[in-house]
């Protein structure tokens, strides 16, 4: 239902822009439309991703803008190495890719990659020597 759909998006913005904590409002969203998970950390699982997913993006997006990317031509991907970590994260943990490519394009974009995701990525600037001997992979 696309009403439910805006109304959690407005709880995740809401926690985006005040620091707040959107896994109650989300919750109580899905109570009143009568969806009560089995799981009750359901709420917390879509909050979790979702505001990494933004933030994320946001960072990924600001970073393909031109004159990001002459300033920083490419980007290191950071995997939480654990036993949660998917094998295809850990093994990109790391590497440099290249500016003008999105991070979830890397990291995958379907909800098996993105769920729980704790990965992210650091901006690496052009003066940076490890970018000298860093290769910048040209395949994800």
């Not at 980007?75 to 790391?94: F, I, L, Q």
């Not at 440099?96 to 098996?112: A, E, H, K, L, T």
Request: aromatic residues 8%; negative net charge; contains cysteine.
């Amino acid at each position: 239902d696309q009403t439910l759909l805006e109304k959690v998006k407005a709880a995740i913005v809401k926690e985006l822009e005040g620091g707040g904590d959107a896994t109650p409002d989300i919750d109580a969203i899905l109570t009143n439309a009568g969806l009560n998970p089995d799981d009750p950390q359901y709420a917390e699982f879509v909050a979790r991703t979702a505001v990494n997913d933004a933030l994320t993006q946001g960072s990924a997006d600001e970073l393909a803008s031109p004159e990001m990317q002459d300033a920083f031509p490419a980007w290191e991907y950071h995997a939480v190495r654990d036993s949660r970590t998917r094998p295809t994260h850990a093994m990109r943990d790391g590497k440099y890719y290249p500016s003008s490519v999105q991070f979830g394009d890397v990291r995958g974009q379907g909800i098996d990659d993105i769920a729980n995701c704790r990965c992210s990525f650091t901006p690496i600037s052009k003066h940076d020597e490890r970018l000298k001997r860093q290769r910048v992979e040209d395949r994800w």
